[in-house]
């Protein structure tokens, strides 16, 4: 069965840029979607379909996935950024599908 | 403004039964992709079961034969029949939504909290 890692935990100082990978087989043919969730919150969608922003998300929020690879860059990090993040793929061959879920830690 | 609320959650022992509620407001539940997606104490997500806008079901293989999603279109609401509850169903279960060819899911309930406990 098809399996997204994540790595556990990111840390990073603040105004510095966190990249959060998500790892698959040939995940660049998928389309990756991630979410955000703070502690005792339900997740919100912060990218979607690789790349694209939902209304309401900050632009430093930015996605790219190629080959094996699927990527979430938050630029200018800030305290509030402290969270989970998960990322998900769910294609018409297959049921839903999170990963692991990766700490951001903002030093 | 689309809002997801769900009730039914408690404690309840091993083998019980219980029923999950997800009332859904400024949008149609039978037009959408509508899931419950738990999360164990300290866990990450776990996808559970599905229903698409056509009235198709499918289960995470730890729940098959166990859970029944369901939903009523006059109540706008989604439902999660749950039965013979195990220890490791013990978790905070989300409704979901997702829009067909996107596939993910853009709007999310608070949660409900189900502990199964002797």
């Known amino acids: 069965s098809y399996v997204l890692t994540q790595p556990p935990s990111v840390s990073v100082a603040p105004g510095q840029t966190a990249r959060i990978t998500c790892g698959g087989n040939n995940i660049g043919s998928k389309s990756v979607h991630w979410y955000q969730q703070k502690p005792g919150q339900a997740p919100v969608l912060v990218v979607y379909?690789?790349?694209d922003r939902p209304s309401g998300i900050p632009e430093r929020f930015s996605g790219s996935n190629s080959g094996n690879t699927a990527t979430l860059t938050i630029s200018r990090v800030e305290a509030g950024d402290e969270a989970d993040y998960y990322c998900q793929v769910w294609d018409s061959s297959s049921d839903p599908l999170f990963g692991g879920g990766t700490k951001l830690t903002v030093l | 403004e689309v809002q997801l609320v769900e009730s039914g959650g408690g404690l309840i022992q091993p083998g019980g039964s219980l029923r999950l509620s997800c009332a859904a407001s400024g949008f149609t539940v039978s037009s959408n992709y509508m899931s419950w997606v738990r999360q164990a104490p300290g866990k990450g997500l776990e996808w559970v079961s599905v229903?698409?806008?056509?009235?198709?079901?499918y289960y995470a293989d730890s729940v098959k034969g166990r859970f029944t999603i369901s939903r009523d279109n006059s109540k706008n609401t989604l439902y999660l029949q749950m039965n013979s509850l195990r220890a490791e169903d013990t978790a905070v279960y989300y409704c979901a939504r997702s829009i067909a060819v996107v596939l993910s899911f853009d709007y999310w309930g608070q949660g409900t909290l189900v502990t199964v406990s002797s």
């Open positions: 229903i698409y806008s056509g009235g198709s079901t």
């Open positions: 379909d690789d790349s």
